[in-house]
């Protein structure tokens, strides 16, 4: 059995997770890597990575908050005004999701993941 390594990083409006198999040669960077996934559905990326977890492609995730500045200002605003306005804001607010592998493995893990 492999071990796996995972570095989770959170901030106000970003987070990464990246997954690394022990033994793996050499770290995803943005030199080296190639975007597999970009989805505002996190049942869709969860499926992709659990499908790159199982056949040991290491991969960079990262998940952007997908609202402007001004908007969460807003939003903040109009929580502290009326609960109601702040329920209907909310649901305008999404998450961008990005799943990176190295190169090398872009082609074998799109195949895995969705077959071409």
Do not use: W
């Not at 990083?9 to 793996?24: D, I, Q």
């Not at 990326?45 to 807003?74: A, D, F, W």
């Not at 306005?85 to 190295?102: C, L, P, S």
């Amino acid at each position: 059995m492999h071990n796996e390594e995972k570095e989770i990083n959170r901030t106000n409006s970003r987070s990464f997770e990246t997954f690394k198999v022990s033994g793996g040669d050499i770290m995803i960077t943005i030199f080296n890597r190639k975007r597999l996934l970009i989805d505002i559905s996190q049942v869709e990326c969860n499926r992709v990575k659990q499908i790159l977890k199982t056949e040991n492609i290491e991969y960079y995730y990262k998940t952007v908050l997908n609202s402007p500045m001004m908007s969460r200002r807003m939003d903040v605003s109009a929580q502290a005004k009326n609960a109601f306005a702040y329920r209907e804001k909310r649901d305008h607010t999404q998450f961008v999701y990005y799943i990176y592998v190295k190169r090398k493995d872009h082609k074998r893990a799109r195949k895995l993941a969705y077959g071409n």
